[in-house]
């Protein structure tokens, strides 16, 4: 065969090797994309969910109810939502379980899945974004936003061969009324024993109207903050450093664990202006910047997986 045709046939073959696989990471980009609208969808009242009404012992009252959620701020709606989240989880095979708390503040239910390490470790990375939303909001950006993107790095987390920490993926209950579902959360992990190498918190991920793909990470350790500049350059990310303490990741730092927030960018006043509202609906969210904030946070992960 004369050089330059081999040459040739090796290019055409190296390009055929690259568009498949450019498709598949593109097919699975959108698969990804997919369970993140759906979910998102039975979330925020967009789409109805088949749920069995329980009781607060679990007891099931009615079997098969199908109906639309419209903010998830009642013991009724938290706990179908719960529901849905069980559901969703045990969809991309982990095992679900539901972590009942109550305290002073609050009594209710954080749902959360645990994807072992490879390599027997005792070191958790917790991932989690609270659920419940403010009362007559449908909470699409506050924060089903965030519950998705949690989602959708724990399917792509539980696919990767090795592992060398074990990860906790969590939905928290009631932060809307004062951090209650992840202080009893944090409060459990401590009373475990469990050795957190660091909790991540992710609220309101779902607004970029200047579509500069921006985010900002909520009082980082130094090693943390590190860590996400260097995943969001390679993505070509803008990220802002802010010291807002008012959502879970609060919950963990407070009682001595290593902790960061992840959200939307507040700076140049691009957040959602529908904050709190009836209008935070499943219409407003720009599913562009989910997909390109959860690329950024599973690679963060990644790297946790890897070290
Ligand atoms: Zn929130």
Redesign the pocket.
């Known amino acids: 065969m004369k050089r330059s045709v081999k040459i040739a046939i090796i290019i055409f073959g190296l390009a055929l090797a690259g568009f498949a696989q450019e498709n598949s990471v593109s097919e699975a980009d959108r698969s990804l994309k997919l369970m993140q609208t759906e979910l998102l969808a039975f979330l925020t009242g967009k789409s109805p969910v088949m749920v069995d009404i329980t009781n607060e012992s679990s007891r099931v009252l009615k079997k098969g109810s199908l109906g639309k959620l419209s903010d998830r701020h009642s013991v009724l709606s938290r706990n179908i939502t719960a529901g849905v989240l069980f559901k969703a989880l045990d969809e991309i095979d982990l095992e679900p379980k539901r972590h009942r708390y109550e305290t002073e503040k609050g009594k209710g239910t954080n749902v959360y899945a645990t994807i072992p390490a490879t390599t027997p470790t005792k070191e958790y990375v917790l991932l989690g974004a ?1 659920y419940d939303s403010v009362k007559g909001s449908p909470g699409a950006n ?2 089903a936003s965030g519950t998705v993107l949690v989602y959708g790095v724990a399917a792509q987390l539980a696919k990767l061969k090795s592992r060398n920490r074990n990860f906790i993926l969590v939905f928290f209950d009631q ?1 809307e009324i004062g951090l209650v579902g992840s202080r009893a959360f944090a409060a459990k992990l401590k009373k475990d024993g469990m050795s957190l190498h660091s909790a991540h918190t992710v ?2 991920m779902g607004w970029d109207n200047d579509g500069d793909k921006a985010i900002e990470i909520e009082l980082p350790t130094v090693a943390l903050e590190k860590l996400y500049r260097e995943e969001a350059e390679k993505l070509s990310i803008t990220v802002h450093k802010t010291n807002v303490p008012s ?1 879970d990741h609060t919950a963990f730092r407070e009682i001595g664990f290593n902790a960061i927030g992840v959200t939307e960018e507040y700076k140049n006043r691009d957040t959602t202006p529908h904050y709190h509202k009836s209008s935070d609906t499943f219409e407003t969210i720009d599913f562009d910047y989910l997909a390109s904030t959860t690329r950024l946070v599973f690679n963060v992960m990644k790297r946790l997986a890897e070290d």
């Open positions: 609270h506050d924060n932060e609220d309101q959502t």
